[in-house]
């Protein structure tokens, strides 16, 4: 079992940055891989960015190649989502979840534990 809880979400100008945290729970956390995903209203759960279990591997969604970064420190059972260059649409309610084993999925439904999200809100 894992559970994760994020924190970092606010109101950010356009341009600006933030970073995003997921702490994680659990006595296996550091063998799961991770995913980002946001959800704005009113549209789908949409790929942010994954990351293995070693961080030897990490994707992203072409939306956010280039301006987010994924990172995790296992000694400290978190995940990190650097977003610099924020934009408008950037803004959505941010999520992390964790899957068992090695593969990096982008679907939604094939990570089995979620947090609760954080709110990022860029303003124009």
């Known amino acids: 079992q894992v559970q994760l809880v994020e924190s970092g979400g606010g109101l950010v100008q356009a341009g600006g940055s933030l970073r995003l945290s997921c702490a994680a729970s659990g006595r296996t956390w550091s063998s799961y891989s991770m995913g980002w995903f946001r959800q704005a209203p009113g549209k789908e759960r949409e790929f942010v960015g994954s990351?293995?279990?070693?961080?030897?591997?990490?994707y992203y969604a072409d939306s956010v190649k280039g301006r987010f970064t994924i990172s995790r420190d296992n000694a400290k059972n978190t995940v990190y989502l650097q977003m610099n260059s924020l934009k408008p649409e950037d803004t959505a309610a941010y999520y992390c979840?964790?899957?068992?084993?090695?593969?990096?999925?982008?679907?939604?439904?094939?990570?089995?534990?979620w947090g609760q999200g954080t709110q990022v809100t860029v303003s124009s």
């Open positions: 979840a964790a899957r068992a084993g090695g593969v990096l999925p982008t679907a939604a439904k094939l990570y089995a534990y």
């Open positions: 990351i293995s279990w070693s961080g030897g591997n990490i």
